[in-house]
C-alpha cells in the first residue's frame, strides 16, 4: 500500500503534468510589435471623438497607455533603425531615409533586435514596411517586406498580411518568437489613383480592388478635429477627413492581429507593443522635433500583470525603450559590442515597470536626435524633453527648415503656400518665414505654452532651466557618441572639439 507521503508527492506530479499540458503555450514568451506610419493621435483612447478604432480601445482594454510616447527622430528609416536596435540614428548609422538615391545604411557592427535574439532560440519575423538595412544586420528569420513584395500588398492589405501572419505562426511552430508587423497606413500614397493617403485602395470599387477584412469608414470635412498646429481650412479638412479613412484600415488591421493571436493561443502570452516611428504627415509634424512631430500614440500590452489594464500612465517613454523592454520580457541580455571603436550602451529603459505600476521617479525625460529625412534634407537636431519644458538645439539654424516631398506634396501645405504667395491669410499658427527659418536653441514651457509659440532660450528669467538642460541634452549626446557633438561651432580634431570661431558677426 502506498504511503501518505508517496500518495501526496505522486498527486503534486499528476497536477504539474495536467496544468503544463493545459497551459501548453503560456510557458512561452512571444512578443509582437506593431508600428503604425506617419500615425498621431486621430484614435479614440486619445479623445478623438470623431475617429472611430473599436479595436484600437480594444488593444487598450488590456494594455497601458502611454500620454508622454516620443519617437527618437521624427523620420521612417531612422526611427525605425532606433526602434530595432534600441540606438539614437547618430549612434546607429541610419541618419536618413534607407531606400534609393537617399541610401543610408546602418553600421555593420549594430545588433539589431532580431540578430540579437537569435542565437537565444527565437524566431524572428516582420511583415510590411522595413526601409532599413543593410539586410545583415537587420535580419530575420521570416521576412515579407517591400524589398520581396508589393508595399500596398504585405503593408495595407490586412487580409493578404493575415495570411502572411497565419505563414509565420505555422513556420517552426514550436519555437517562441518576435513578430514585427509595418503598417504603411497613414502614410501619404505615392500611387496618386488611389487618392493622397491611399484611402482607395481596396475600397471595393471595381478599379480599387476589394479588402475583405477592412469595411472603409468614411467622415465629413466639417466634422473632423483640426490638430491646433493646422491651419483650419477646408483643404485641411478634406486632408484630414481621408487620414481618418485610413485610420480605419490601421484599425481593422489591429483587430486582424488580435485575433490571429488569440485563435492561435498566443494572445496571453505575448507582449505587444504599439506605436508608430513619426509624427503625422502635415506641416509642423513629421520630420519635425515639437511636440506636433516628436509625441506618438504608445501602448504596452502585457499579459503577465493585469491590474494595469485600461489604465494612462504619465510615464514618458521614447521608441529607443522598446529594445530594452523586449529583451526585459524575454530575459536575454543585451550584448557587449562596440561601434567606431567605443562600448555601446543602451540609453532607452524597459517599460515592463510602467506595466506593473505606475513609477514615481525615472520615467520623467525623453532625447531626440535628427539629422536628414531625404538625403537633401540637412536639418540636424537634438532635443530633450521633460514634464515642463523641450530644448531643442538646431544644428544648421542659418539654413531654411527643407521640406519633405510628401510634405510639400499635399493640400494642406500647398493651401498655405498659395495663400502665402496670393497674401490671403494662412489661418496658420505661424508664417512660413517662422517656420522655416529657427533659432539655433528653442526653449518652450510644454505645460503654459503647448503650441510652443514663445522661445525662453533667450530670456535671462529662464537661463539656469536652459542651462541645465543643454548640460542634460549634451551628456546623452557624448554617451550615445552623437558625432556632431562639436558642431556647429567647432570640428572633430585629435579626440576633441576645436573651435572654428565662427560664431557671428564673423
Not at 525625460?365 to 534634407?377: A, C, D
Not at 490671403?424 to 539655433?440: M, N, S, V
Not at 548640460?471 to 579626440?495: F, M, Q, S
Request: hydrophobic share 35%; proline share 7%; net charge negative.
Amino acid at each position: 500500500m502506498m504511503a501518505t507521503t508517496e500518495r501526496v508527492a505522486l498527486l503534486v506530479l499528476q497536477l504539474f503534468v495536467i496544468s503544463s499540458l493545459i497551459n501548453g503555450q503560456n510557458t512561452q514568451k512571444n512578443v509582437l510589435v506593431i508600428i503604425g506610419d506617419d500615425v498621431g493621435f486621430e484614435t479614440s483612447i486619445y479623445n478623438n471623438t470623431v475617429c472611430r478604432t473599436p479595436n484600437l480601445e480594444r488593444l487598450a482594454q488590456r494594455s497601458v497607455t502611454l500620454k508622454h510616447g516620443y519617437t527618437s527622430v521624427s523620420s521612417c528609416s531612422p526611427s525605425r533603425s532606433a526602434i530595432m536596435s534600441g540606438l539614437p540614428s547618430h549612434q546607429n548609422g541610419i541618419y536618413g531615409l534607407n531606400g534609393g538615391v537617399h541610401h543610408f545604411n546602418a553600421f555593420s557592427g549594430v545588433q539589431s533586435l532580431p540578430v540579437i535574439l537569435k542565437p537565444h532560440g527565437f524566431k524572428t519575423g516582420i511583415i510590411g514596411k522595413k526601409h532599413v538595412g543593410p539586410a545583415d544586420v537587420y535580419k530575420y528569420d521570416y521576412e515579407r517586406t517591400e524589398f520581396n513584395h508589393p508595399m500596398l500588398q504585405v503593408a495595407r492589405n490586412i487580409t493578404n498580411m493575415k495570411l502572411l501572419v497565419r505563414e509565420f505562426f505555422a513556420t517552426n511552430a514550436s519555437m517562441p518568437f518576435l513578430l514585427y508587423i509595418g503598417f504603411n497606413d497613414c502614410h501619404r500614397c505615392p500611387e496618386n489613383k488611389f487618392g493622397d493617403f491611399c484611402e482607395k485602395f481596396g475600397n471595393g470599387q471595381p478599379e480599387y480592388g476589394v479588402i475583405p477584412d477592412w469595411k472603409p469608414q468614411y467622415y465629413d470635412p466639417a466634422e473632423v478635429i483640426v490638430p491646433p498646429f493646422l491651419p483650419d481650412t477646408p483643404a485641411t479638412r478634406g486632408d484630414i477627413a481621408n487620414q481618418y479613412t485610413v485610420m480605419s484600415r490601421l484599425d481593422a488591421g489591429i483587430g486582424m492581429l488580435l485575433d490571429e493571436l488569440e485563435s492561435h493561443g498566443y494572445l496571453d502570452n505575448t507582449l505587444i507593443m504599439y506605436t508608430a516611428d513619426n509624427g503625422i504627415p502635415f506641416p509642423n509634424a513629421k520630420t519635425n522635433l515639437y511636440e506636433s512631430g516628436m509625441g506618438e500614440p504608445y501602448l504596452v500590452s502585457s499579459p503577465v500583470d493585469r491590474s494595469r489594464w485600461g489604465q494612462v500612465s504619465d510615464a514618458f517613454a521614447s521608441t529607443t525603450d522598446i529594445l530594452p523592454t523586449v529583451l526585459d520580457w524575454l530575459v536575454v541580455p543585451f550584448p557587449t559590442y562596440k561601434l567606431q571603436g567605443v562600448t555601446v550602451t543602451l540609453t532607452g529603459k524597459s517599460l515592463l515597470p510602467v506595466t506593473h505600476a505606475e513609477p514615481a521617479t525615472g520615467f520623467d525625460q525623453v532625447f531626440s536626435s535628427h539629422n536628414f529625412h531625404e538625403v537633401y534634407m540637412y536639418y540636424p537636431m537634438r532635443v530633450i524633453r521633460n514634464k515642463q519644458y523641450r530644448l531643442l538645439h538646431n544644428l544648421n539654424y542659418y539654413a531654411p527648415y527643407p521640406i519633405a516631398t510628401d510634405l510639400y506634396d499635399n493640400p494642406t501645405f500647398k493651401d498655405i503656400l498659395n495663400r502665402t504667395l496670393s497674401k490671403e491669410p494662412t489661418k496658420w499658427f505661424k508664417t512660413l518665414e517662422q517656420y522655416y527659418y529657427r533659432d539655433e536653441f528653442e526653449l518652450y514651457d510644454q505645460v503654459n505654452d503647448p503650441l510652443e509659440l514663445t522661445n525662453l532660450a533667450y530670456d535671462e528669467k529662464f537661463a539656469s532651466v536652459f542651462q541645465e538642460m543643454q548640460k542634460t541634452l549634451y551628456k546623452w549626446r557624448l554617451d550615445t557618441n552623437d558625432y556632431w557633438k562639436c558642431y556647429p561651432e567647432g570640428v572633430r580634431y585629435l579626440g576633441h572639439c576645436a573651435d572654428l570661431h565662427n560664431s557671428p558677426p564673423y
